[in-house]
């Protein structure tokens, strides 16, 4: 391949740019050798003449397919260069936002600036066990190598983390330690590794601190060596410290800061405990305010200094210690306020001695004032006679205080980290360690001195040891696969280390002139010009006498050598340290004394595995120590460190800084640029490069090159010999490549040409199909267009035919038209005409007619006159006639009357009409002379009143008048007088006013009063209408068939929802139990097999009780009972009830400890009762017959009145209740609903009552029976007796039965009186309870009112409702609870009732068998058994037997020909026999023992998926029929007659219910967590990686990752799993659980669980893999789903819920294949990835890849779109899915179809000791 073909049109180069370092262009024009310029074309289309020389412009570098670009190691690119790389890392940097890159064994780290969330521990769990170069690049793959190398090779690793001060160093340090203490946590609990992690923010505090280019930069190195056990769990750490910037404590840059505590100190020392520091701001002190800027943004020093002191505290630092390391922090800050004056002469100074500082200083380190402030100012100069004390000038005097200042903190500094040593060492024997090196990367500033030629120096030894490491990797990966090895020539730095180190070098000059008494730092540069001058790294600058320039691997850098000479002295003065070391605080004094190290060093350094030995001395007599300068420690500490990381396999992370100004996701080239070279990435890249780069297993060669191949050579089946056959066709020059054992080696570009020739091969291919398909479309275009034109001709014809002959008919049409137009128009003509004569005829015939008809008229009316005037004439005569005949009647009848008149007036004046008159008046005046009568006594008893008034107030007048006197003879003026009667007055008119005001309130309150009663009225309206819409409403809901709206859905949902939250948090606790105890028997073995205890030893008897084996506390049985039934009731009954009916058995629950303590207390009362009968039993008695007589009817007289009152107060008690819920219901009685509820409890009471009735009966039945037997045995007794001897036995017996009589008559009276008195009690209690209750709903009622008055008419409405419906539903709950109350006590009342006729019949047989005892064998046949089939007996001494033979030795083969769940059926059988024979002790014991076994199977067997799956299996079935046979009705809706007669007689096994329901969810959990353990292995090679669909993937190139050294290549490594594989897996899983008898809805939630694992782990895995991001691992992820939806279809398990589970995997396939350009398809995404979350989704489209040309890359702007359309979504924002979620289990109470009696227990069992109890 020459060069012409390479650089060809369209080529795109690199080409030199001054900003952007590189910049991209295109060629124009093919270039020819000779050429002198070649014509580019940049990315802003303008063109450009780019000059070629041979020599000082070579032919720019070539640019990579765009397939490569953003790959995730940099030796995958085809052409290495560095161009090539600062694109692919700017492109993953800026578009991806991926901070992580390989180079080869490098991992490329660029500070994002930014909190990124890829560091959880779903990551780690994701990179944990996985292969380096199968995940996305990451700090914890690095790690994870590391971590698995250790564990696979047995050797030490390192982890060398390096860069820029800002560039991430610490933070990666800190990632890989934390997840060396995630993944290889201790075994045993001693939380080592949060130690560990603790170390880091003690560290960061005390050696961190803000620079220009970094808020939290290390100022030293470290190297911490976490130490592992031969299991490879933490047991230590152990860390080494290098070269402390120490010149940080007296002096910082602008803009920059001291170490972190100083103003951690600072801003807390508010503080109580600080009080003593004598602290203030940190302005105020000289140490901390140099930088002139005390604050970091976003940092909070107090909040700081709390997680310091935590971490101290958690590594075991005292609290003392702490406060003394505390004070010397704050001492030294008081150090540099001390004020030193100078005097006049120069030559000496002084401190002032009221200097509070220098007495803060003294005080806070317990040292002398007076000494320390002689000392300061003054040294001592020794010589071989004399000793003088010299003073000391002003600058002398302040570098001595900053030196001291530098040693005491650089003590200090050393002490912590020798403490932090003490506290992560372990007496455990370290096998192996990891080392994790933190250290500075190359540095160069304007100014630097003597601490960055250390560093430099530094970094010279780590990049020749980098250096060598990767060519050992090339060398050996060469010889590995038996390629010629050819000598690669690769840059050694060795020159510039002996130069820094050996011989006459410039550390040993730099020695050699600080041991001169008066050398300077120019007298040491000029040494340095004469020795090296000739040296090839050592240059000599033109304009400075006082630097040099050393020529390091990096880059030049020019060192001032000013302060080398004091900085590598470190002097110190000893009287100073005299001082320290007399300190009164032993922490201070201890700090500064000689060889106080020398022990542990030497202890540390004999350990033969665990290699720690301190990187720098520690601190000795000044003295030797001074004899050894910081160049020399730092050079031995170095030389240290080279030995430990050649003994170490190292892993490297360089840190890139991207740019200078903090700012997030911003690449600065030039600056990227320059670490590059520095940090020895490019220089791998160029040993690669010389090399063999580019490697191809042959598969991966022959899948993505067989394109390239011809049709013979795809015949052949030796893939290897094909792929050389097409190699050497292609490639003409052999020395290109080279052919291993199991790769292909190419040589740089090459790649990049077969990758020319397969997209050549693909154009041709797509031109080919392009023109075939073209014209097959062309020709079905033609034929179309043919058949269209036909059909249009044919079309067009008919059209013109049909046309003709409509033209035809419109013509004839229009003929016959025109004759009748013709035709309607004459005729029309002939009918106007017609109709005119006719009119003309009409008007005149009516003329005619009218006048005819005017003249008759006229006639008429003439005649009409005339008869008028006629009648007129004659009326007026006979009127005229009339009234002349009126007027003689009228003056006749006056004349008449006149005459009349005076014969009346003549009458009336005579005395008999006077006498007629006065009789009706004489009545008038009777009545009113009584009324006058009644008037004077009404009027002389008013004028009695009035003298006693008028005597009275004369009186009182009279004795005013006296008062009035005497008032005026004591008072000299009548002033007093006036101002009384104005007083007076006054007083009047107030209390007028008084009264009107008073009655301008009541009228007001009448008012409101009437207004509150019309409010009142109103809401009673309301209120009704509100009852009835909730009547209404309560149908609705009453009867489903109506339709319950759309908010019933919804609200089951979140019922749903919030249960199985709640079985959740249930279900993680039994989890979390089920661990600690777990953990806790793991402690108990590791300490049983550290103690020796000789003999034998005995475990106590109790640790199989059931307390030890269940996570609750004791409680009864019923409240168990209750919680188990509710949680059953909530299941049947459905979610719409279980919010309510879960508060009613909480007072349910309430209700029975009631009723338990006052069984407890009738017990108690009882046994006192027993006990006073036997005292008069044990009296003396004439004969021992009679006593035992006598005692046994007391006993049955006992019962019997037992019986009697606890029968008659249960009586009560019904009634009572009867009573209450009748007032309840009588107060309700509009409600329907409660009318019901109340006749069916009425119903259930009566039937109660009933049966206690019968029950009494049988009692009385029983006691006469054991009276007559009594009698009857003393027949028996003294049937041959005198008849003497008999009358007096007859009489003695008869006395005995009286005084029997009349002690059961005063037992029964005081129990009488007692219960009528506690009965009393409870009356009373009852009604002060009842007042308060009425209290507090008044005022309850009196506050609702005023809140009425407050509220709006809607508010007021819809508060109304709320209240309705919240006592509608407490009413509910009482008659629920009555309802409740009543069954429990029926049933408790049975029970007792049960007991005490087994009792009495048992005492009826006793007695019979004492008196009478060969009648024994009659009275036991007359006992009628019943029929208790389905029952085993065994003796209490077999239970152990029973117990190992149905559980611990155990195997499922055993019965897996007989009926599932046998065991389970065998032990409840067995149960079932205990509680018939009333063994109490027997069902427990049983029971436990069971559970405790189950438990250590499960533990011995905790990776069987069998046999777990066998015991979830009988437990369940356990469990299942502990509920079927509990006797509870909510259980025995399914049973058969036979099985209700099974159920549990005696014992209620409620609490043991519970219990099995714990250990079941605890098997289920371990089920799944095997389950999970067997498919992770399986999940990402069959659903990612395996080709399902054949021939669909791709495959790109590879780079270096994938001959990762953790896997192993010679031997393939694992195979890997199919899909087929996976579903075959999941199929044994199900069989196992079908064959065991597992409940379907069981296996249904394991399958659900374990295809939520495949999702989970299938989607985290495709999220952190860049290679499986592309169309065609969709195609295959979306097939491999489907086959598991058809897997679920044909196993009947698609109604689990599993699909759902894998929506997100479905939607992630789906967001592969779709487009990814426009707008519209970013709409399509975001409402179709409703499953994925924003960062899912960026996370996808940023590592979408295109495997061919033809694909496109997702555009930023695209993925921009996406988030600005989904940013205001309020999901989870983790970007991986969690693999731990575990579902909360429901074990569905499934009944058993089987009979007990049915069951066959076969011989293999050898049960035979267990005895079937028949009928």
Known sequence: MSVTELYSKYTRVWIPDPEEVWKSAEIIKDYKEGDTVLHLKLEDETTLEYSIGPKDNPLPFLRNPDILVGENDLTALSYLHEPAVLHNLKVRFLESNHIYTYCGIVLVAINPYEQLHIYGEEVITAYSGQNMGDMDPHIFAVAEEAYKQMARDEKNQSIIVSGESGAGKTVSAKYAMRFFATVGGSANDTSIEEKVLASSPIMEAIGNAKTTRNDNSSRFGKYIQIGFDRRYHIIGANMRTYLLEKSRVVFQAEDERNYHIFYQLCASSSLSEFKDLSLTSAEDFTFTSLGENIFIDGVNDAEDLVKTRQALTMLGVKEIHQMSIFKIIASILHLGNVEIVSERDGESCHINRDDTYLRHFCRLLGIEQE??????????????????????????????????????????????????????????????????????????????????????????????????????????????????????????????????????????????????????????????????????????????????????????????????????????????????????????????????????????????????????????????????????????????????????????????????YKESFVFDSRRAVQQLRACGVLETIRISAAGYPSRWTYPDFFSRYRV???????????????CKNLLETLIKDPDKFQFGKTKIFFRAGQVAYLEKLRADKFRFACIKIQKTVRGWLQRIRYRKIRKSAILLQRYGRGYLARRYAEMLRLTRATLICQKQYRMIRVRQEYLRTRRAVITIQAFARGMFVRRLYQEFLLHHKAMIIQKTVRGWLVRKKYLHARNAAIVIQCFYRRVRAKRQLKQLKIEARSAEHFKNLNVGMENKIVQLQKKMDNKSKEYKTQNEQLIVTNTALGSEVTKLQKELETLRTRQTAGTQVTSLQEELEKLRVELQEAHAQKKQIEEEFSNEKQGLEQRVEELEKENTLLKKEKEEMNRRLQNPTQGQGSDVPQKEICLQVELDEERQRYQNLVKEYSRLEQRYENLQEDLSSMKFHPGHRRHPSNQSSLGSDSNYTSITMSEVGDTDDTIQLVEEMGIEKAAMDLSVFMKLQKRVRELEQERKRLQTNLEKVEELSKRKGNEPKSSTSEEDINADQAYNSLKRQELETENKKLKNDLNELRKAVADRASENNSSNELQEGYNLLLNQLKAANEELDVRKEEVLILKTQIVNSTRQSENLNHIDSSDVSERTNNKKSVDAEDNVAENDLKKLLESQLQTKSRQHKDELEALHTQIELLKDSLEKKQEMLDHFSTLSPEALVEFSVQQEITRLTNENLDLKELVEKLEKNEKKLKKQLRIYMKKVQELEVSQATRSRPELTRQVTVQRKEKDFEGMLEYYKEDEALLVKSLVTDMKPNVVSATVPCLPAYILFMCIRHADYINDDQKVHSLLTTTINAIKKVLKRNNDDFEMTSFWLANTSRLLHCLKQYSGDEAFMTQNTAKQNEHCLKNFDLAEYRQVLSDLSIHIYQQLVRIAEGIMQPMIVSAMLESESIPSLAGV???????????????????????????????????????????????SQQVVRQLFYSINAVTLNNLLLRKDVCSWSTGMQLRYNISQLEEWLRGNNLHQSGAVATMEPVIQAAQLLQVKKKTSQDAEAICSLCTALSLQQIVKILNLYTPLNEFEERVTVSFIRDIQNRLQDSTENKQLLVDTKYTFPVVFTYTPSVLSLETVHIPASLSLDFLTRENC
Not at 427 to 440: A, E
Not at 708 to 722: F, G, S
Not at 1614 to 1641: C, K, S, W
Request: charged share 25%.
């Open 371 to 660: 000494q320390m402030e002689h000392w300061l100012c003054r040294r001592k100069l020794v010589t071989t006679s004399e000793t003088y004390v010299k003073n000391m000038s002003h600058a002398q005097a302040v570098n001595a205080r900053d030196a001291l200042a530098k040693h005491i903190y650089a003590h200090l500094f050393d002490w912590i980290v020798e403490h932090i040593n003490k506290a992560l060492h372990t007496s455990t024997k370290q096998h192996s360690f990891i080392g994790v090196l933190d250290i500075y990367g190359f540095e160069t500033f304007e100014i630097n001195s003597f601490e960055q030629f250390c560093i430099n120096y530094a970094n010279e030894k780590l990049q020749q040891q980098f250096n060598s490491h990767v060519f050992k990797l090339e060398q050996e990966e060469y010889m590995k696969e038996q390629i010629p090895w050819t000598l690669i020539d690769f840059y050694d730095n060795q020159p510039c280390i002996d130069l820094i180190e050996a011989k006459l070098g410039i550390l040993d000059l730099l020695d050699e002139e600080c041991k001169v008494p008066k050398g300077t730092d120019q007298n040491w540069a000029q040494k340095l010009y004469s020795k090296h001058s000739n040296s090839g790294h050592f240059e000599k600058p033109r304009m400075s006498n006082k630097s040099f320039i050393v020529v390091h691997f990096a880059d030049k850098v020019e060192y001032q050598s000013d302060g080398f000479l004091e900085k590598n002295r470190d002097t110190v003065y000893e009287e100073q340290i005299n001082i320290l070391k007399a300190s009164q605080f032993q922490l201070v004094a201890d700090l500064f004394q000689d060889g106080k190290d020398s022990g542990p060093s030497s202890a540390t350094s004999k350990s033969s595995k665990i290699n720690v030995r301190a990187a720098k001395p520690a601190p000795k007599g000044h003295n030797r120590e001074h004899r050894k300068s910081v160049g020399t420690q730092f050079r031995n500490s170095l030389h240290l460190l080279m030995e430990t990381l050649n003994a170490t396999t190292p892993h490297y992370v360089r840190c890139i800084k991207p740019n200078d």
């Open 1596 to 1642: 790109k190139p590879m780079g270096y990752r994938n001959r990762s050294s953790s896997l192993d290549c010679e031997s393939g490594g694992p195979a890997g799993y199919t899909l087929q594989a996976l579903v075959r897996q999941l199929g044994q899983f199900t069989n196992i659980m079908a064959d065991h008898g597992l409940d379907p809805e069981i």
């Open 708 to 722: 390239l191949m011809t049709k013979k050579n795809m015949t052949i089946a030796d893939k290897k010999q094909v």
